[in-house]
Structure formats: C-alpha cells, structure tokens
C-alpha cells in the first residue's frame, strides 16, 4: 500500500512542477505562489511513505524471523527445567531486537537524507519532543526489555502519519485546484475559424 502511495505523490509533485511552469506563463500568481508552497512540501509526505515502506519491507521481516522466540519469551518456561529453551529464546529475542532497531534507524537516516525538506521538519518535531534519533536506541536498550524493544521496532509515531497525511492533501489539492485552472484555461491559443460568411451578402 505504502509503495502505491509514493508512486501517486511523486506523480503529483511532478505534475506540480509542471503546472508552475502554466501558472507563470499565464501570470498567475497566486496559483504560482500555491504551487511554489505546494512544491518543497510534498516532499515530507513523500518521505513519511517510504519510511513507511521500508519499516513493512525490513523491520518486519527481522520481527517475524524472530517470532516464534518472542512467543516462547512470553509465554515463559520453568527456568529449572534441564531442556528449558527460554534462555536461548532470550538471547535470540535481544540479537533480533538489535538487528530490528539497526534496520529501523537505517530506515529513518536514510530517507532524511534523501528528502531535505522532510529532515528539517522531522528535526523540528524531534525538538519538540526532546528526542534525538541518534541516542534513542541507547536509551531504549536501558529502559526497556528485549521484548519490548523488538515489538515496538515496527510501531509508526500517529502524530507523524497526521502531520505528513495534511501536507500530503493540501498538496493534493492545490494540484487539482492547478490542474482544473490548466483546463479551464489552456496556455495555448487554439485557431479561431474563420467566421461563415452570411447568406443575405450579395455578390457583385
């Protein structure tokens, strides 16, 4: 779902930057500056999709090969069973929460550095937390178990989806409000026919 989804805004942020090009050959102002504002800001939508994508494609994949460890962890084993293989499931649990959270910051580097606009407005919204990306792992790994960590390694912040989800439709918009003004009122002049001449002229 997540890959459809970038492929339709990247479409859209080319047909962006197409009709800016309409709206200044018209001298359309406004729709210009809407579209110049459209423009950078999709760029956050875009980048929140693939971080999703790549969450879906990677984390979840390290989760799920360790699936059936987690489930023994917990569910639990009586530690004074001989054949107990809860210490093994742990120590399988916490290789898995690493590679998780490894995958899960790759992700989030990775996509901000392809997507600038995406990165300063992420970097804000860290800063209003008080979270920094690049000690939240050390961090975690103290406060909370192995289990913990690798059920959360493929949990998306809600407010984030909400924050690039609005960018994402006001950009949407703007290109159809561009778009309709593009049909509406083409940039080239289609040919005039020449007008009919009247029955009632006379001929000398």
Sequence with gaps: ??????????????????????????????????????????????????YNTCIDYKVRTVVGAYKDNLELVRIGLDPSDVDSRLEAA?????????????????????????????????????????????????????????SERLLSSTRSNTQANLIAATAGLFCIVIFCIALKDFIDHPWYNAPSEPPASSNDDKTE
């Excluded at 805004?9 to 009709?19: H, R, S």
């Excluded at 504002?37 to 980048?47: F, K, M």
């Excluded at 901000?112 to 961090?139: C, N, W």
């Design 1 to 50: 779902m997540w890959t459809l989804v970038t492929v339709v805004l990247y479409c859209v942020a080319v047909g962006l930057f197409l009709l800016l090009w309409d709206k200044l050959q018209k001298g359309n102002v406004k729709l210009a500056v809407l579209v110049l504002l459209a423009l950078p800001l999709i760029d956050v939508p875009i980048a929140r999709t693939r």
């Design 90 to 146: 742990e120590l399988a649990v916490c290789e898995g929460a690493e590679k998780a959270s490894g995958q899960r910051q790759m992700c989030i580097f990775t996509v901000r550095d392809d997507h600038p606009v995406a990165r300063y407005v992420a970097e804000i919204f860290d800063a209003l937390r008080g979270v920094d990306q690049s000690t939240k792992v050390m961090k975690l790994n103290k406060t909370r178990s192995c």
